[in-house]
Nanobody, 118 residues
Framework: QVQLVESGGGLVQAGGSLRLSCAAS????????MGWYRQAPGKQRELVAS???????NYEDSVKGRFTISRDNANNTIYLQMNSLNPEDTAVYYC????????????WGQGTQVTVSS
């Protein structure tokens, strides 16, 4: 059973920074891509950033230049460095990964709360 465990969320003032971590129970090299989603109250879950097995990253427009996704294959962990946070970034952040083979398999973490105060 693949598990993704997030950590690093919390309360921060506007303009501050946080780094989220997502530790996988298996080799992350086995995932086609991994990423971070977020869901704010009353809103749909949205993709914030993703990184492929080859290291190509993509970002949602509102976080470009502020957030950085990275991966550490040796430690089976991905990170989301979040700078210049603003209240609109407040949400539950979820780690996600998917693998393909005999079909597509999606995996989710339990989520970590990020709250940005103004």
């Amino acid at each position: 059973q693949v598990q993704l465990v997030e950590s690093g969320g919390g309360l921060v003032q506007a303009g501050g920074s946080l780094r989220l971590s997502c530790a996988a129970s298996t080799s992350i090299a086995g995932f086609d891509a991994m990423g971070w989603y977020r869901q704010a109250p009353g809103k749909q879950r949205e993709l914030v950033a993703s990184i492929t097995r080859g290291g190509t990253s993509n970002y949602e427009d509102s976080v470009k230049g502020r957030f950085t996704i990275s991966r550490d294959n040796a430690n089976n962990t991905i990170y989301l460095q979040m700078n210049s946070l603003n209240p609109e970034d407040t949400a539950v952040y979820y780690c996600h990964g998917y693998r393909t083979g005999w079909g597509r398999y999606d995996y989710w973490g339990q989520g970590t709360q990020v709250t940005v105060s103004s």
